[in-house]
């Protein structure tokens, strides 16, 4: 059984690293949405799925990551792979300035918190305009980079997948789900439940601080100069929008 299970999946991963050979452009968005939402549902579930904090500020290290991501593209010339690798730094150092003091609240005022967060971040967009553009937006040069965008956002999916995978199987998986059913009882058991915990939210933090980057580069693609506008810090869920005004629908990279 276990077999037939890998077989498949090697079959369904080589026929997801085909499709961008037969996609049109539509497709090849639709594709790297699926991807993009898998890794930031694999990275929540980190930490509100194992150790059950409910956590509604993961927009913010979205939004974080796609700025650093954009900031370094559009200012200091980076190429996007290791732009998007220093939003998911970015995301996780967030999280760790963050961390300690609101993972020392439980229940509905962490996620209280979290929503907070949300709203001090768009603060912080708009007031350091100068670095962030504002309302105005970053511009970004332009990139036909859809299909590598595709398969590394399919590779972060993939990755954050089977951390989570062997997260849940591990030692560490065990008390982080511990924490999640009697974190009292896990104190007495001798887990240190806040180290726990700041683990799990620095490792759910990194992965959308990467994908926000990759999601910024990509949706910059289309045009020369395109305004990069901060709905991703807004709390209206998960994870919220970069908005592209005056975007245009996708069409089939050459």
């Keep these: 059984?276990?077999?037939?299970?890998?077989?498949?999946?090697?079959?369904?991963?080589?026929?997801?690293?085909?499709?961008?050979?037969?996609?049109?452009?539509?497709?090849?968005?639709?594709?790297?949405?699926?991807?993009?939402?898998?890794?930031?549902?694999?990275?929540?579930?980190?930490?509100?799925?194992?150790?059950?904090?409910?956590?509604?500020?993961?927009?913010?290290?979205?939004?974080?990551?796609?700025?650093?991501?954009?900031?370094?593209?559009?200012?200091?010339?980076?190429?996007?792979?290791?732009?998007?690798?220093?939003?998911?730094?970015?995301?996780?150092?967030?999280a760790l300035v963050i961390g300690y003091p609101c993972l020392r609240l439980k229940g509905p005022y962490f996620a209280i918190a979290m929503l907070g967060l949300n709203e001090v971040m768009r603060v912080l967009v708009s007031y350091f305009e100068g670095l962030t553009g504002g309302g105005s937006g970053l511009s970004l040069p332009t990139?036909?980079?859809?299909?590598?965008?595709?398969y590394a956002m399919g590779l972060a999916a993939v990755a954050v997948t089977a951390a989570a995978y062997f997260i849940i199987t591990s030692r560490v998986g065990l008390r982080f789900m511990t924490i999640r059913e009697d974190e009292i009882a896990a104190e007495t058991m001798g887990i240190n439940t806040a180290r726990y915990k700041l683990y799990a939210f620095l490792l759910s933090a990194f992965m959308p601080g990467v994908v926000g980057g990759l999601y910024a580069r990509d949706e910059g693609r289309q045009q020369e100069s395109v305004d990069l506008v901060a709905r991703g810090v807004e709390p209206h869920g998960l994870s919220g929008d970069l908005v592209l005004p005056d975007r245009h629908e996708p069409e089939a990279d050459a």
């Excluded at 077999?3 to 997801?16: C, I, K, N």
């Excluded at 990139?143 to 595709?150: D, E, G, N, R, W």
Aim: charged share 0%.
């Design 143 to 150: 990139l036909h980079a859809s299909v590598q965008i595709y």
């Design 1 to 94: 059984m276990r077999w037939a299970f890998l077989a498949a999946l090697a079959v369904g991963l080589l026929l997801l690293g085909l499709y961008p050979t037969i996609a049109t452009g539509y497709g090849i968005q639709f594709m790297l949405q699926l991807f993009m939402w898998v890794a930031l549902a694999q990275s929540w579930n980190l930490i509100s799925g194992l150790t059950g904090y409910v956590s509604f500020g993961h927009v913010a290290f979205f939004g974080t990551g796609a700025y650093a991501a954009a900031i370094l593209v559009a200012t200091h010339g980076w190429h996007w792979g290791p732009a998007s690798l220093a939003g998911g730094v970015a995301g996780a150092t967030l």
